[in-house]
């Protein structure tokens, strides 16, 4: 079983409607993370939150709000979906390792296109 | 804002030889660099990270490389073979893993 899921892995929507993309993770890791990839642009952070208690905004945190259930849960929405924010989304989970937290692991990702 | 960039968005090798991917930062204050791996259809997978007060890292058949005068990463993999074929993204970070930048991406691409 994967270590990070994320559901849907596919969805098509319409401008407008609110969308929520969830994350869980079963590595028991303190820190999750929320990214959108486009092309030639990399990996761009939006949300992510150290402890169940914190949530920090990342460079695009425009249009977007974000929920940590619970440890191993933490949720992205759209709250009014728009054409440009079709891109594949990307949850992460780090805990310390040795010296750092930089080692993230990544679930497999949802694309999202809004029409 | 300030960004991490690379020099070339493709490279083509040989397999068995060696690789260096490139990249620029411009963020001086970062405390870590990092490479990740990200094979298609798949997310990013950690390669190796840097710190700051460092200047070479080596890992299994991979070294990093960190400039801080011109402000420039690389990554040598030795020996590269045909499952070394993705996009390879160098990434920058504070102290305590705060506000991850990524830059655009390599393609490497590993020719028989």
């Known amino acids: 079983d994967a270590d990070v899921t994320q559901t849907p892995r596919n969805r098509i929507t319409k401008t407008g409607k609110r969308i929520m993309l969830e994350c869980s993770q079963t590595?028991?890791?303190?820190?999750m993370y929320w990214y959108r990839q486009d092309p030639g642009l990399g990996l761009r952070l939006i949300y992510y939150?150290?402890?169940?208690?914190?949530?920090n905004k990342g460079e695009i945190s425009d249009g977007y709000s974000v929920s940590r259930q619970a440890q191993a849960k933490f949720s992205l929405s759209l709250e009014s979906a728009i054409p440009n924010q079709t891109a594949l989304y990307f949850c992460a989970t780090s805990e310390l390792g040795q010296t750092s937290y930089n080692e993230q692991f990544f679930g497999p990702g949802t694309r999202l296109t809004v029409l | 804002g300030e960004s991490v960039g690379l020099h070339l968005p493709t490279l083509s090798v040989q397999e068995g030889d060696n690789s260096i991917i490139n990249c620029a930062y411009s963020?001086?204050?970062?405390?870590?660099f990092i490479w990740y791996k990200q094979e298609s259809g798949k997310g990013p997978q950690f390669i190796i990270d840097i710190r700051s007060n460092m200047d070479k890292r080596q890992g299994q058949r991979v070294t990093v490389l960190l400039n801080k005068t011109v402000k420039h990463l690389s990554l040598q993999i030795a020996a590269t073979q045909p499952g070394d074929s993705a996009v390879y993204f160098c990434a920058e970070t504070g102290f305590y893993g705060q506000n991850f930048v990524f830059g655009p991406g390599t393609r490497l691409s590993v020719l028989p």
């Open positions: 963020n001086s204050a970062s405390d870590y």
């Open positions: 939150s150290f402890d169940v208690k914190d949530i």
């Open positions: 590595k028991g890791h303190d820190r």
